[in-house]
């Protein structure tokens, strides 16, 4: 079964509280309709595994957790506004370095960011 990485932005540009709320609510949105499409694949969500961190709190630990997560994935899928966060940047960098593909899943068709980030 192949396994894809959920990356989606958590904190985004300003962090606030109704900032975080409404990207849990939108990654929650996202991962069920992928459920739907993708039924063979195994989705790894780190906003979802992770979830009993406080998103407000150091992020150090979570992400090496994250990071961990994500070498066990066989593709990164990236979701939101990637570009806005240093925690989806972070994660993008690691799956081009181990060679994994990324795949922005937010254009609607699966396009490659090879070459953008």
């Known amino acids: ?3 894809a990485y959920i990356c989606h932005p958590l ?3 300003t962090g606030s509280p109704e900032e975080i709320r409404s990207n849990l609510e939108r990654i929650d949105e ?7 499409i993708y039924p063979d694949v195994l989705l790894l969500s780190p906003l979802h ?3 009993f961190y406080d998103p407000r709190g150091p992020q150090e630990q979570v992400l090496g957790q994250c ?3 994500l070498e066990r994935a066989d593709e990164l899928w990236v979701f939101g506004e990637w570009w806005n966060s240093l925690g989806c940047l972070l994660e993008i960098d690691v799956a081009r370095r181990s060679g994994k593909p990324v795949v922005d899943m937010t254009s609607g068709e699966d396009e490659t960011l090879r070459g953008v980030v």
């Open 49 to 51: 595994a992770f979830s």
């Open 1 to 3: 079964m192949k396994s």
């Open 67 to 69: 990071v961990a997560m």
């Open 30 to 36: 996202i991962v069920k309709n992928l459920a739907a």
């Open 11 to 13: 904190r985004g540009r």
